[in-house]
Every structure is written in C-alpha cells, then in structure tokens.
C-alpha cells in the first residue's frame, strides 16, 4: 500500500487559476515518474542489498543474475527520502573535503569469491590509519533505536564488513544521520575475530547461491508473495507470474541479532 506524501488535498481551493489540490498531485506524479522498468541481469552482489530485504532471498539473487524483467514500485514518498538521502551523502563528503582531512570518496571495490562490486562511500586518513566510512540517514525512529544500542543493522554492519575485507582494512565506522533534525552518530566497526566469522558465514551462502546460479536450477520461492521481502522486490511480478516454481530448496539467508 504507498504511502501518502500529500497532505493538503482538503485544503480549500483559491480564487485564482491555480489549485494546490491539483498542483500537489503533479508534484507527487513528478516523484513517480522516477521509477524505472527494463529488462537488465546482474554481473555481481551489491553490498549495499545483502543481508536486507530481498537480498537474502536465493531466488531473487539467481534471477537477478539471470536476464530478467523488473518495476521500481518505489512510492512518492520512499522516491523522496532517497533523495534526500543523496543530498545528505553529498553534504556530509563535502564537509570532510572542505575539513582538511586527506579522503577518498565514492571508490570502486570488488571481491572475487563471490563475486561483489560496489563503491565506498569514503575513505579517511586518521591519525595515520586509513579508516572506511559508510554514511546512512534514519528517521527519528529508527534514529533512536540505533543511538541505544550504538550497533547498525546486520544489513549495515554486512556492507561495512565488506569494505573492510576488501581493503584489507581494520578500522571503520558508519555515520547515521537523522533524517528529521540532521543530529549524526557515528558507529565505529572493527574487523575482529566475531566480524571475520559473521562475515564468513555471509560469504558461504552466497557462494552456495552463485554456485547454484552456474549450475542453472531455479531456487523455489522461500517466501509468501504477500511477505514483506516480496512485495518491495523489483522482479516480483517477474518472479511470481512468468517463472516456475523451482526445483532447488534453497533456505534465505539467515539475518542474526547485530551483537
């Protein structure tokens, strides 16, 4: 069900020519109209979906792979949070150039087995360490439950994890912004003992997943179409209505408690 993002449908309408009822709903269409549909396949994992959402469903990583269909079924809101997303991405990279602080930004990773590609968000000279960093904003919300416990998501730590072993670095952090009042915290993540062998067990499913990719058997679906995981996936309609059942029992990948 799409979220609302306008909020003065009822308000009285003016005199003059122009309707803020009508204006409201060409901006929202504005919003919608950057939602993409294609056909394309994947060449590698992307670290920023493993360990969230459908990147733990096996089927959805082997059609990915495969040449397939898919719809953005972004809502105008979500289509505006992302932006604003980006904006406070590009505001916070700038504000490091300007520091003085020597950084790298947006650079290019790969890890061959398995096989990901993605880009880091920046990384840090500190105090002689070259330290990676992942920038993320929250609500208030989820804002707060991250300033409690000062741990990120298991879909964050996995992402930052593979930056780190990538790089072969130590030392790296995650900087969470608050989307409402721009307060930040920043997280540092290390590439302990505990990380090495959560990260290890991430990397063994998805080689069993790219393994079963090769080998060309369609997992079976681990999921309702009516789950949370499916319904925001992009290939759902190409899944559930032009795709067979599947002969392969593949379990999702299982996301643990961030200790």
């Not at 309408?13 to 060409?26: I, L, Q």
């Not at 890890?111 to 360490?129: F, S």
Request: overall charge negative.
């Amino acid at each position: 069900m799409a979220r609302e993002i306008i909020k003065n449908l009822t308000y009285r309408k003016t005199t003059g020519t122009f309707d803020p009822a009508e204006f409201s709903v060409f901006l929202e269409d504005q919003y919608l109209k950057k939602n993409r549909s294609g056909t394309r396949a994947k060449k590698t994992f992307a670290p920023s979906s493993i360990g969230g959402y459908n990147g733990i469903c096996p089927r959805y990583w082997y059609l990915a792979f495969n040449q397939h269909d898919f719809a953005d079924s972004n809502d105008a809101l979500g289509i505006a949070n992302m932006s604003n997303g980006t904006y406070s991405h590009s505001r916070i990279e700038k504000l490091l150039e300007d520091s003085g602080v020597p950084v790298d930004l947006e650079s290019e990773m790969t890890y061959a087995d398995p096989p990901i590609r993605g880009y880091i968000d920046i990384m840090i000279e500190w105090e002689g360490e070259i330290v990676v960093g992942e920038f993320k904003t929250a609500r208030s919300e989820a804002f707060a439950v991250r300033q409690a416990s000062m741990k990120p998501s298991f879909q964050h730590l996995v992402q930052i994890l593979i930056y780190l072993k990538a790089t072969q670095k130590k030392s790296g952090f995650l900087l969470y912004e608050n989307k409402n009042t721009q307060e930040f915290l920043v997280i540092p993540v290390e590439m302990n003992e505990r990380n090495e062998a959560l990260l290890e067990k991430v990397f063994e499913w998805l080689r069993a997943v790219y393994k079963n990719f090769e080998e060309g058997e369609l997992p079976k679906r681990p999921f309702t179409r009516k789950s949370v995981i499916c319904k925001g996936c992009a290939i759902k309609d190409w899944c559930w209505e032009q795709q067979p059942e599947g002969t392969v029992d593949m379990p999702a990948m299982e996301v643990p408690k961030v200790y």
